[in-house]
T-cell receptor, first 115, second 111 residues
Framework: DARVTQTPRHKVTEMGQEVTMRCQPI?????VFWYRQTMMQGLELLAY????????DSGMPKDRFSAEMPDATLATLKIQPSEPRDSAVYFC?????????????FGPGTRLTVL | GQSLEQPSEVTAVEGAIVQINCTYQ??????LSWYQQHDGGAPTFLSY????GLEETGRFSSFLSRSDSYGYLLLQELQMKDSASYFC????????????FGSGTKLNVKP
């Protein structure tokens, strides 16, 4: 049963600290997405990769956020420095690429709390 | 800008039928997806419509009218486990599977 995995599942940190979230997409999927979910803003797309290349990160605050795919099995999202307003659930999703349904498979999320 | 409108909350009884509407105004449109999310869980894919009409998958059906910029998710024979949030999402670019998500509709199923 192939799944997207994310670590850590929960993270509590203090303002100003660096936060790194990791995602392992489903093997064979060539698209990876990072989303942020809050009660106020809903589900927001932060970054989108295809074949490890960043195609769109227009939804990401560039001054403190960065997203990378060092290899096909790992995607990372970093926040440096973190702020209380970054508190949210961060989801990674992967997909098999362009197709009839463009389905995205979401990981369990990382619940981030910045104090 | 991108705008997707969904009701914030819907309540129905077990065994009933419920329809969750989604209207959109987006810079591009190439398809409409629906996702289900239980509290504390991750969104899971339900359906995708690229063309006008009704798509049926078991108890769930999804409808799209491109001319009306409107779609809906129809849930039949409601079960308690259907209590969740339901999101519509619009694919806005043809060769990128980039989606904008609505704010979600919380469905409460009562006995």
């Amino acid at each position: 049963d192939a799944r997207v995995t994310q670590t850590p599942r929960h993270k509590v940190t203090e303002m100003g600290q660096e936060v790194t979230m990791r995602c392992q997409p489903i093997l064979g999927h060539n698209t990876v997405f990072w989303y942020r979910q809050t009660m106020m803003q809903g589900l927001e797309l932060l970054a989108y990769f295809r074949n490890r290349a960043p195609l769109d990160d227009s939804g990401m605050p560039k001054d403190r956020f960065s997203a990378e795919m060092p290899d096909a099995t790992l995607a990372t999202l970093k926040i440096q420095p973190s702020e209380p307003r970054d508190s949210a659930v961060y989801f990674c999703a992967s997909g098999p690429g362009l197709g009839s349904t463009d389905t995205q498979y979401f990981g369990p999320g990382t619940r981030l709390t910045v104090l | 800008g991108q705008s997707l409108e969904q009701p914030s909350e819907v309540t129905a009884v077990e065994g009933a039928i419920v329809q969750i509407n989604c209207t959109y105004q987006t810079s591009g449109f190439y398809g409409l997806s629906w996702y289900q999310q239980h509290d504390g869980g991750a969104p899971t894919f339900l359906s995708y419509n690229a063309l006008d009409g009704l798509e049926e998958t078991g108890r769930f059906s999804s409808f799209l009218s491109r001319s009306d910029s409107y779609g809906y998710l129809l849930l039949q024979e409601l079960q308690m486990k259907d209590s969740a949030s339901y999101f519509c999402a619009v694919k806005v670019q043809y060769n990128f599977n980039k989606f904008y998500f609505g704010s979600g509709t919380k469905l409460n199923v009562k006995p």
